[in-house]
Nanobody
């Protein structure tokens, strides 16, 4: 049973920074892709950033230049450094991980709240 556990959410003023962490467990296979999604109140869940084991990244346009994703593949960890936070970054942030061996599957963490307000 794959488990993804997030930490690092909280409240911050606009312009501030937060760092999210996620640790995956429960599989002997590597996570081909790990990343972060978020869901604001009343909105659909959206991609924030993803990274493959080969360090190929994908960012939402709204966070490019402000957020940085990184991974420790051997430890099944993924991080999201969030700088220059804006009020519109508020939401629940979910860790996501995809394995492709032996079959493709996708797992989600329980989510961590990020609130940006003055």
């Amino acid at each position: 049973q794959v488990q993804l556990v997030e930490s690092g959410g909280g409240s911050v003023q606009p312009g501030g920074s937060l760092r999210l962490s996620c640790t995956g467990s429960g599989t002997i296979f590597s996570f081909a892709v790990m990343g972060w999604y978020r869901q604001a109140p009343g909105k659909q869940r959206e991609l924030v950033a993803t990274m493959t084991t080969g360090a190929v990244t994908n960012y939402a346009d709204s966070v490019k230049g402000r957020f940085t994703i990184s991974r420790e593949n051997a430890k099944n960890k993924v991080y999201l450094q969030m700088d220059s936070l804006k009020t519109e970054d508020t939401g629940v942030y979910y860790c996501n991980a995809e394995t492709r061996v032996p079959t493709r599957r996708e797992d989600w963490g329980q989510g961590t709240q990020v609130t940006v307000s003055a």
